[in-house]
């Protein structure tokens, strides 16, 4: 791997131009924001301005509205494109008049989305670096992609031909053909994490089906002694809604606590005995990472991004046990193994410290520039 001061800068500024799609940030920004927000827009609220102070890097970022904030980022405001055709071809109006503005030198684009085949493409004719970030295991086969005939098709072959690959998890890696980089999420370090002291069974996310939050509710009742609290808004159709929040009305020791603003999530955790995640398909859950600096131990059902549960003795992961969820769930009570899950805890909280993982994303935008920019080989 080569040093970032051994990579040539752009020769008209001095500084590598990077292009970050990342449209949904604003909501990160925004104070009480009822903007939906994820975990790819968290991350990427915590990349971007780290990666404008790097030096060597003029960054500017796609966004569908300017945040409320000063950093030194350059944003460049373009239309949510709707189900309507003609909203496309603004779309591509809007990123073809970015794109001139800019001149990047490289693109970064995180998550399945029509946006990664559009940004592709024009990679692609200008002969400029495409760097897709996965933003999930589900990112394979581009799920999220709008069901056209061509649109998955077209994703698929976009991410396989990208410059690079930056995968969360050494799962995605497995599937990549091509040039990969592991780079593992950030701990968001704005918060203050207070150490958990509580007793509460606690469930956080957003509530859609894919992340199975009636096993959630099934746990529950299956633990009548233990108290539960589930944090998160609804996402997904009416008719799961209604289902599930049956479901919640009928298990008297569960509460469903609603959304709860970011800066919130702090004290919410702190309250937990343990968070449980009965997800079988994530990428790499910011949750996890936020309990880890809560230290508070990890139930999950199967989701185990780079082991980092197991190998730090952080909890348990039901799938590798012979234990059910609610057997796990009861060992965490036992002093002793709550104690040594929490010290696990604070070795994952450690390791994914921003400075580090910024680092590697700014050395690795830097040797992909340059070698697409026909540098030295350094693999």
């Known amino acids: 791997m080569i040093r970032p001061d051994e990579v040539a800068a752009s020769p008209s500024t001095g500084e590598l131009r990077v292009l970050v799609y990342t449209p949904g940030i604003r909501g990160y920004f925004v104070q009480d924001s009822a903007e939906y927000v994820g975990g790819r827009e968290q991350q990427y609220s915590l990349l ?3 990666l404008q102070q790097r030096p060597g890097l003029d960054v500017h970022a796609i966004v569908y509205d300017v945040p409320e904030t000063k950093t030194d980022v350059t944003y460049h405001e373009i239309r949510h ?3 309507r055709p003609v909203s496309h071809l603004s779309f591509l109006r809007d990123v073809q008049r970015i794109w001139q503005a800019v001149d990047p030198d490289i693109v970064l684009q995180s998550g399945a ?17 495409f760097v897709f970030h996965w933003a999930s295991d589900a990112d394979q086969h581009g799920r999220k992609v709008p069901p056209s005939y061509l649109g998955p098709r077209l994703y698929r072959l976009s991410r396989a031909a990208a410059t690079l690959n930056i995968v969360q998890t050494t799962k995605q890696r497995e599937v990549v053909n091509g040039r990969s980089e592991l780079i593992p999420n950030i701990l968001d370090e704005r918060r203050e994490w207070k150490q958990a002291s509580g007793n509460d069974v606690l469930w956080l996310g957003s509530i859609r089906d894919k992340k199975h939050p009636e ?3 099934q746990l529950a009742s299956e633990l009548p002694s233990r ?8 996402r997904g159709s009416d008719q799961f809604e209604t289902r599930l929040s049956r479901l919640i009305a009928e298990t008297p020791n569960l509460t469903h606590v ?10 919410y955790l702190a309250t937990g005995r343990c968070l449980v995640n009965t997800s079988d398909v994530e990428g790499f859950s910011n949750t996890f990472l936020e309990a880890a600096a809560a230290g508070l131990p990890i139930v999950s059902f199967s989701h185990d991004p780079n082991d980092l549960i197991e190998q730090h003795d952080a909890g348990i992961v039901v799938e590798k046990t012979s234990l059910s969820l609610a057997e796990a ?5 036992d002093e002793t193994a709550w104690e040594r899950y929490r010290k696990g805890c604070g070795e994952i909280a450690q390791r994914h410290e921003a400075d580090a993982i910024v680092d590697s994303f700014h050395t690795v935008l830097l040797e992909t520039a340059n070698r697409g920019r026909g540098g030295p080989n350094t693999e």
Do not use: D, I
């Open 48 to 50: 971007v301005p780290r």
């Open 227 to 234: 108290e539960f609290k589930m944090a998160g808004g609804f």
């Open 81 to 83: 494109p709707s189900a």
């Open 258 to 267: 609603g959304s709860v603003p970011r800066e919130e999530v702090p004290e």
């Open 113 to 129: 989305q029509a946006s990664t085949y559009v940004l592709g493409g024009f990679c692609a004719f200008y002969g400029t670096p």
């Open 329 to 333: 769930v009861e060992r965490v009570f």
């Open 215 to 217: 096993r959630f509710v």
